[in-house]
């Protein structure tokens, strides 16, 4: 897996405060909320904590001495160099406070809505090369049904929406995720975009996975970088959820306390994958779900809006992949199934599948095999239940077996009576219950 990313779409640093492309009350404002939250004296500590370079960072800080917004303390010895030390003056305290009074974002520049369409566009889902043996690679550990792979790799190298359908526990959720391990190169994210004047945070690091960027030396003084700091190298995204999904976690999420935005859930998965698992199962209906979901995946592009009401468009670049245990036909009408690209069928595995996939767990547990049990499970277990297996039966009859072994204290072993233990856990009886 290639562990940089490609430097032809790394965002360009900028060179200017033009380049930022943002009003200069803002970046005032930034600058003066930051020095006052951060307790920041020193230049190079403001153009880290601000994501810009250090010149673009030092002709904002001599603009508000100009204001006398801030004032000069001095220099400091700092790894061998000298370096002015710089305080709010009182009028630039008073005005980083009515700033946060209006919102409490402080730190990265934000980036101007209209460049992160354009950064979009350069490392869009659609651009991913994804070959059959990459594809492969990353499913190897699963036992998948014949020709899967086949119709799995045209859905995703389309970039367009994926249903993956069929009975529960036989892998719906691992393929979504070795989809997402086979999209092995990175997207640049933004910690923030800006759009009328406000500031929407989009880097989240329970979904956004930090990678190394291409070299970069660093010095606190002067940061040699190699792309656009106010940006984050990561992991394509891979945003997964299930039944707790609502309609409203779709839209910008605003705190009234702070004053700030944060992106949903699609806007953070730009450039990569947005898995909707156990579709059927949310308090929203499925219909009402994927009516959402039409216009940006035939569109490409999603429309927000602020607490104001005014609305805006932003980029949809992702890859949607639903995964439900019911049939389309149940939760879908004609026109909405229209709009899901490919709709692919996981089957539960065969007798020869099933009998691969238990060899392979029981190894990995560490767990014996022996022949008499596997022989008393498949002749006299599965007749009860028409010998239609699940991937997941595996798991959960092994671990059932070690919980039993380990709690005896004997050594993890196989047998027909602990096989029958386990097999009670699996299936609950049919039987009424008397009040």
């Not at 897996?1 to 005032?28: F, G, K």
């Not at 880290?48 to 002709?59: D, G, K, N, R, Y």
């Not at 350069?122 to 991913?128: D, H, M």
């Not at 008499?372 to 277990?381: N, V, Y």
Request: hydrophobic share 40%; charged share 20%; proline share 7%.
């Amino acid at each position: 897996m290639n562990q940089h990313a490609p430097p032809s779409i790394a965002p360009v640093s900028p060179r200017s405060i033009a380049e930022l492309d943002l009003p200069a009350t803002m970046l005032q404002d930034l600058l003066l909320k930051t020095m006052f939250r951060r307790s920041l004296t020193r230049v190079s500590e403001m153009a880290e904590a601000m994501h810009i370079p250090v010149p673009l960072t030092q002709e904002l800080v001599d603009t508000a001495r100009q204001l006398k917004l801030v004032e000069a303390l001095g220099s400091l010895t700092s790894e061998g160099s000298e370096e002015m030390r710089f305080a709010l003056a009182d009028h630039g305290k008073a005005r980083a406070l009515d700033a946060l009074t209006q919102s409490e974002y402080y730190g990265a520049v934000p980036v101007p809505l209209e460049h992160f369409a354009e950064q979009t566009k350069r490392q869009s889902i659609k651009k991913v090369t994804l070959t059959p043996e990459t594809l492969g690679q990353s499913m190897e550990h699963l036992v998948l049904p014949k020709g899967l792979l086949q119709q799995l790799g045209p859905a995703v190298t389309s970039g367009r929406s994926v249903l993956l359908y069929g009975p529960p526990g036989n892998g719906k959720s691992s393929i979504s995720n070795g989809i997402r391990d086979a999209m092995g190169d990175h997207v640049y994210v933004p910690h923030a975009i800006s759009y009328g004047g406000q500031i929407i945070t989009v880097f989240d690091p329970v979904v956004h996975t930090p990678v190394t960027p291409p070299a970069q030396t660093v010095s606190r003084l002067r940061r040699a970088t190699t792309h656009d700091q106010r940006y984050v190298c990561c992991r394509r995204p891979a945003v997964i959820t299930g039944g707790e999904l609502e309609l409203a976690m779709l839209d910008l999420v605003y705190n009234p306390v702070a004053r700030t935005y944060a992106a949903p859930l699609q806007l953070k998965a730009t450039g990569g994958i947005f898995i909707v698992d156990d579709l059927g199962r949310q308090a929203e209906p499925p219909q009402a779900l994927i009516n959402r979901w039409i216009v940006p995946m035939e569109a490409g592009y999603d429309i927000l809006a602020l607490q104001s009401g005014e609305k805006f468009v932003v980029p949809f670049d992702t890859l949607v992949i639903f995964s439900t245990n019911f049939h389309p036909n149940e939760i879908f009408d004609n026109a909405a199934l229209r709009r899901v690209f490919f709709k692919l069928k996981i089957d539960g595995p065969t007798k020869e599948e099933f009998l691969k996939i238990f060899g392979l767990v029981a190894k990995a547990k560490k767990m014996p095999l022996d022949e008499t049990s596997l022989i008393h499970l498949m002749s006299r277990k599965y007749p009860e239940v028409d010998h239609v297996y699940a991937n997941f039966h595996a798991n959960f009859l092994i671990d059932q077996m070690i919980a039993v072994c380990d709690y005896e204290g004997i050594p993890r072993q196989m047998t027909p009576d602990l096989i029958d233990r386990a097999w009670s856990n699996l299936y609950v009886d049919d039987a009424e219950i008397a009040h």
